[in-house]
């Protein structure tokens, strides 16, 4: 119980007096993490509308394989970017391994297929005939589609805040691609593990806190454009 007690005050400290590393640290994880979950969005919210809205052969192996995607795990995407960066990887001319950017292309992977299958069963869940409805009214199709993401907005916006507690939170595709150097790769949940490892629990505790503290707050803003009330 004490260490808890100490973890807590030491999360205090280095919030009150803004110490650099740990700032440092947690914009990293904010921004990584962030644009990880702007690129799923994007990706994941275009393909799996398209997916939910058209008919094709082989539809429900193509849905079964992003459902399945939707809990695969850090350490198996961490590995195969991995390979792809290594630099005598297919990708190793970039040189991006241990770098943000390769951090950000593994988040991005996991949370994808996180959006894009919580964008599928939204669109499918609207009723069948409104897409009818909406074209009758002499919309486009691009005037219908953007009609349909409105009316589907609460569980998509569940799927944006699911897939970014995914990315904010994982360890290990970040430390396997990312290295967790300090001052440059180091994000919360690598410098927490490597904090654990060292016995400085305080400190791990501390970092656990500033953690859970911004996801609260990152999702605190999602759910509030989420929950807010259409203008009547």
Do not use: H
Request: glycine residues 10%; charged residues 10%; hydrophobic residues 55%.
């Amino acid at each position: 119980m004490d260490v808890i007690l100490e973890g807590l005050t030491k999360a205090f400290q280095l919030l009150a007096s803004l110490d650099r590393e740990v700032l440092g640290i947690a914009w990293l994880s904010l921004k990584v993490s962030g644009l990880a979950t702007l690129f799923s969005l994007v990706i994941g919210l275009s393909v799996g509308t398209l997916v939910a809205l058209s008919s094709f052969p082989g539809k429900k192996i193509l849905v079964s394989v992003v459902n399945t995607g939707m809990g695969l795990p850090p350490v198996v995407v961490g590995l195969f970017v991995s390979i792809m960066l290594w630099r005598n990887g297919p990708l190793g001319y970039l040189e991006l391994l241990y770098t943000p950017t390769a951090i950000i292309i593994a988040q991005t992977v996991i949370a994808t297929p996180i959006v894009m299958g919580v964008t599928i069963g939204a669109m499918q869940n609207l009723p069948a005939n409104l897409r009818l409805q909406i074209l009758a009214l002499g919309a486009t199709r691009a005037q219908m589609v953007w009609m349909l993401i409105k009316e589907a907005r609460l569980p998509l916006m569940a799927g944006v805040m699911a897939g970014f507690g995914g990315v904010i939170s994982e360890v290990g595709a970040s430390i396997m691609v990312g290295g967790n150097v300090r001052g440059y790769t180091r994000v919360l949940t690598t410098a927490t593990v490597m904090e654990t490892g060292r016995g400085n629990f305080d400190m791990a505790i501390a970092l656990s806190v500033i953690l859970l503290l911004f996801c609260f707050a990152v999702n605190y803003i999602l759910t509030y454009i989420q929950q807010r009330e259409r203008p009547r």
